[in-house]
């Protein structure tokens, strides 16, 4: 089974976008009984509250559901439970750094970089934008099922 934490700073728009939509995928492809997925904050902003309303619209316009879904925090013993541990931008990949100590085994990517960009994904939190988010976080599942289904055959 493959394990895959999305990290963004509060747990309610970029990071619970990018697991649901990975499961929906995954789900999709058949494949869902292969994954555990889960996201998290590195903050504490926003711990116990539900997804943000913009983040349930935008999937709600694909028929996906965050249902009972509440903010978390990441903790340094998320890091022997994940495979992955996959932030949104470049300031959530130092502040999974700064929970988790160190990566020595090579867990902690930024979304984008599965699509081959280091493009940041942008907080709609702040912009106001869910449907450039979504569109990048489809891009970054995408490319992120793509390296996973390649990483297993070879």
Known sequence: MIKILFICLGNICRSPMAEFLLKDMVKKRGSAADFYIASAATSTYEIGNPVHRGTRTKLAQYAISVAGKTAVQLTKEDYARYDYLIGM?????????????????????????????????????????????????????????????????V
Request: charged share 25%; with cysteine; net charge negative.
């Open 89 to 153: 931008d470049t300031a959530n990949i130092r502040d999974i750094m700064r929970i988790i100590g160190s990566d020595p085994q090579h867990k902690v990517y930024k979304l984008l970089q599965f699509a081959g960009s280091e493009r940041n994904i942008a907080d709609p939190w702040y912009t106001g934008n869910f449907d450039v988010t979504y569109d990048d976080i489809y891009e970054g599942c995408t490319g992120l099922l793509d390296y996973l289904q390649n990483k297993t055959i």
